[in-house]
């Protein structure tokens, strides 16, 4: 059984945005007096914030575990998934910049009434990719033509039933 878990010094960059953000919108909302429209608005971006450290919090906690029989998030949240119930993979990429040159991954993997999210923070997730990739070839699982090119941009190869490129899925 191999672990991972997400390195503390990208945890630590969110925790400072989360609580960034938490101070310049929930400074005012707290001490001002503004209008209803302007203290709405900072109420929401400051629940967002809120959202975004849980969120930090709860990846904090989570250890992700992959072994011969499966792989599971464990922690709040977690999630696990037999290698023999996969039934879906997608591996997405979400770029921050217009020239695609910087972004994260997400590995999305489905099977027996769940759903597993990972995203390319976790250490050593090229690995976990691979070791999915993997499975998802030995169960002749459809893969889109988006995951088909993240693999590859990756490096890694499959060789499963492609599926046509789905509109508005990536």
């Not at 960034?20 to 707290?30: A, N, R, S």
């Not at 011969?68 to 997608?90: E, F, H, K, Q």
């Not at 027996?112 to 690995?127: A, H, I, K, M, Y």
Request: hydrophobic letters at 50%; a positive charge; aromatic letters at 8%.
């Amino acid at each position: 059984m191999i672990e991972h878990r997400y390195p503390p010094a990208e945890l630590t960059r969110d925790y400072v945005r989360a609580g960034f953000g938490l101070v310049v919108t929930g400074v005012p909302l707290l001490s001002m007096h503004a209008s209803p429209v302007i203290m709405w608005v900072l109420a929401v971006f400051a629940a967002l914030f809120a959202i975004f450290g849980v969120r930090t919090a709860i990846r904090h906690m989570t250890i992700v575990r992959v072994d011969g029989a499966g792989i599971a998030a464990v922690g709040p949240m977690g999630v696990s998934i037999d290698w023999n119930d996969l039934g879906r993979m997608a591996l997405s990429y979400y770029s921050t910049r217009r020239d695609r040159t910087r972004g994260w991954m997400q590995l999305r993997l489905s099977g027996g009434g769940r759903t597993l999210r990972l995203d390319s923070t976790v250490e050593g997730f090229r690995d976990i990719v691979a070791i999915a990739a993997r499975h998802a070839e030995l169960k002749r699982l459809e893969l889109n033509s988006a995951t088909i090119g993240n693999l590859a941009a990756l490096g890694i190869e499959v060789h499963t039933p492609a599926a046509a490129a789905e509109p508005g899925r990536a």
